[in-house]
């Protein structure tokens, strides 16, 4: 971490923290896994936003990165990271690799991320920056979420994130037994609520809400 952010590091992890507590009554959560807000902390956020937005790269909320998409709040990438219980061993999908930098932060918890993107430009950028900060650990791919990525399934976790009305079934096909998949669904816009899924070793799924959350949509399809 450059010194000239870690204060503002710093500050987000303690803001993360206060909103925890805050949420608590969704989440159930008091503390989020300390090896997630470590994962977090390694990341430099700054270089996952435009030029003219590094000194707010540090700040508690979302942030444009062009083509109509955003870069997650803080806080919700490191809720959604702990709610796929990321181990060492783990192979992970991500749906919607915007910025890279929720694939980064799963990338310094598990052996390989790949992460979808179907804007074709932000794929290219995403491909590039992860390349250029050294993560060696994460291939991008343009495409479109809904099928997945059955190459290298089943996943040991999913995470989406962009908010949908209805979850992909590919995706859930694509979940190794045990595993988690993290998704905000909903109508674009408003009323959304990141769900976790859980696949059972018989392959039986439980789902339950987490927190309202806001989510750019899950363009694309082919139902
Ligand atoms: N995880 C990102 C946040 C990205 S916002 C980060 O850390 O920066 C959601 C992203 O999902 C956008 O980049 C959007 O283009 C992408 N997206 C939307 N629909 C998609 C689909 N069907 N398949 C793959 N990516 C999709």
């Known amino acids: 971490m450059d010194e000239d952010y870690a204060l503002e590091m710093q500050a987000l992890l303690d803001e993360i923290d206060a909103d925890v507590l805050d949420t608590r009554l969704w989440t159930g959560r008091t503390a989020l896994d300390p090896r997630v807000l470590d994962a977090l902390r390694r990341v430099p956020r700054h270089a996952f936003v435009p030029e003219h937005l590094r000194s707010s790269a540090y700040e508690n909320h979302p942030l444009p990165i062009g083509h109509g998409q955003t870069i997650s709040q803080p806080y919700i990438v490191a809720l959604m990271t702990d709610l796929l219980r990321p181990r060492p061993d783990d192979i992970v999908l991500e749906v919607g690799t915007g910025s890279g930098y929720q694939a980064a932060v799963l990338a310094g918890l598990v052996r390989r991320v790949y992460s979808l993107e179907i804007v074709a430009e932000l794929a290219v950028q995403a491909r ?77 799924i439980e789902d339950k809400g987490v927190l309202p959350v806001v989510f750019v949509p899950l363009t694309g399809g082919i139902d």
Do not use: C
């Not at 991008?140 to 908010?163: K, N």
């Open 128 to 204: 590039e920056r992860l390349r250029r900060l050294g993560y060696g650990n994460v291939e991008v791919a343009v495409g479109d979420g809904h099928r997945g990525w059955p190459e290298h399934a089943p996943y040991d976790a999913i995470v989406v994130t962009a908010a949908t009305p209805r979850i992909p079934p590919a995706l859930i096909e694509q979940l190794k037994p045990g595993g988690r998949l993290v998704v905000p669904v909903g109508p674009p816009r408003f009323d959304q609520e990141l769900r976790l899924l859980s696949k059972d070793v018989a392959g039986q």
